[in-house]
């Protein structure tokens, strides 16, 4: 599963416009590269979505998802479905892709690499999605729409961005959700990295990030398949390799922070299979055969 990181967050609005099926017309099957959100302003339709029939009645959304086959065709009156048709994250293809009409096996090479990845899903498999305030969802939908025909489309971007807050938090919680956990974890992993964070302690990253110890940790496991704590050691001994090269093993112990030059001399072996004394004897012993 994919995670969205608000960080890089940026959608791209591709098409936003009012539109109307009439009555006896068909959108055929077909494969999108990217989202549309369709809002049922009047009629009735059935869409055929992954192999599946779902009525969709007037004052209902839906989400259709790319790489997703589907159709979809008015009941009895003409269809009014106003869309948007978007990119979650701006990208190098955004400005170039087109709105499909093709089903998958007509695309070609070049096209299926346009398709965008899939960053929202839950445990539904329907195109439906719901609001929890849905007038004002409709609002912020009518809005983007307004705004980006009157090509004022900052505003429209703004407008969509709201919506975007509704669409996810409404249906998509743990997306966004676990792409705030695996941020965390890796601006931890870059302080460690970069020497910042090789002397913080659990409780100094909860007070840095305003999680809490047992929080940063399972999910910084998650993320990297070791423990926050075991890491941060690891990095520890393999500076203090480093620092051994031309400083002391009591300056060493002192720099890293440990408590004693025992302390020191255990945690180094248990890495190494040496104490420090014995790795800086064979560090001189390399210089000297």
Excluded: W
């Excluded at 302080?191 to 305003?210: P, T």
């Amino acid at each position: 599963m994919n995670y969205i990181d608000i960080n890089t967050l940026n959608p791209y609005i591709r098409v936003a416009q009012h539109s109307v099926l009439p009555k006896g017309h068909k959108i055929c099957q077909r494969v999108l590269f990217d989202y549309e959100l369709i809002y049922i302003e009047s009629g009735e339709t059935v869409i055929n979505y992954g192999g599946q029939d779902y009525v969709c009645n007037s004052g209902q959304f839906i989400l259709l998802h790319p790489r997703v086959p589907h159709c979809f065709y008015p009941l009895q009156d003409d269809l009014s479905q106003p869309h948007i048709h978007f990119d979650l994250i701006y990208g190098a293809n955004s400005l170039i892709t087109p709105i499909s009409f093709k089903d998958l096996n007509n695309f070609s090479d070049e096209e299926l690499l346009m398709i965008q990845d899939d960053l929202l899903s839950n445990d539904s498999s329907s195109p439906f999605v719901t609001f929890a305030n849905t007038d004002a969802a409709v609002k912020t939908f009518f809005r983007t729409i307004e705004c980006y025909q009157k090509k004022q489309f900052l505003l429209a971007k703004s407008a969509f961005i709201d919506l975007l807050y509704y669409l996810i938090t409404d249906n998509f919680p743990n997306c966004i959700l676990k792409g705030k956990e695996y941020n965390a974890a890796r601006q931890i992993k870059d302080l460690i990295d970069y020497g910042q964070g090789i002397n913080m302690s659990l409780a100094d990253f909860e007070k840095q990030f305003s999680y809490s110890r047992y929080y940063l940790e399972n999910n910084f496991k998650k993320k990297y398949g070791i423990s926050l704590i075991s890491y941060r050691n690891q990095k520890k001994i393999q500076l203090a390799c480093e620092l051994l090269e031309r400083l002391s093993v009591s300056d060493v112990a002192n720099e890293l922070s440990f408590s004693s030059i025992y302390a020191f001399s255990r945690a180094f072996k248990n890495h190494t299979g040496k104490t420090p004394s014995e790795y800086k004897q064979s560090l001189n012993s390399n210089k000297n055969p």
